[in-house]
Structures are given as structure tokens and as C-alpha cells.
């Protein structure tokens, strides 16, 4: 499954990532090899490695089984937000001001939105500094 996908290439990502996607896996499936994917990543920048303490895991997320999917969805902006912060990204401090600057992406489709939201991700990683 290695491959460049850095280099955001969707055909190239598309077919890297085919065993991927039903019918090989489903959905939950699919959140079961991200939680992997993520305790893997966690463990290679020094985190801790959940790799086989699933109850720690647990424990230490415990906290964070209040989220419904609203919920989930502001965590996940905010976490946005201080890692482009922590990049050294400007953004007006007033959240007002802030959606008046982004008020063009608000007419975009549903879809679009959400895929245009993922290759900035892949372009983000792709410029990210990464430990070799």
C-alpha cells in the first residue's frame, strides 16, 4: 500500500488506494484501519503507542466519548485551526471577520467542499517537513 501519494495526484492515489475501499472494506472497516493508521502515526512521532494497549486507548480517550457527530465535526475545525496556527498560518483572530473571508466556499456544493477539504490535507502533508 506505500506509494507517493505526496504528490496529490488523485488518479495516482485512486489507484494506490483500491484494496481501500468496498468491496474489500466497508465502513466500519475503514475506522478501524484509521484508528490503526493513526496509533501507528502517534507511536512514529514519539506519542504514545497504543499498537497493543487497546484499554489504555480507552482510558485515555475516555473524555472524548461525549462527542456526537456535531460535536465531532467543531472538535475537528478547532484542532484545524491550531494546527494551521502551529504552521504558521494567519487568520483573522475575530470570527466574524474570518467568515466574511471564507463566505465564497459557503456557495460551494456539499461534495465539492468536503473533497476540496481533502486535497488541501494531501497538499498540506506534501509540504509538511516529515521525520524520514
Known sequence: ?????HSCDINDILA?????KPPCQSGFMADALMIGVEV???AA???????????QLLTDAREW???NNKLRDVVELYLAIQRALDDGATTPEDL???LTTVECYQCLGHETRK???LYLRCQIDAA?????
Open 1 to 5: 500500500m506505500a506509494g507517493d501519494y
Open 16 to 20: 494506490a488506494s483500491k484494496c481501500l
Open 40 to 42: 501507528a502515526d502517534l
Open 45 to 55: 512521532l514519539g506519542g504514545t503507542d497504543y499498537t497493543d494497549d487497546l484499554n
Open 65 to 67: 466519548a461525549i462527542l
Open 96 to 98: 466574524t471577520e474570518f
Open 115 to 117: 473533497n476540496l477539504i
Open 128 to 132: 509538511s517537513v516529515r521525520p524520514q
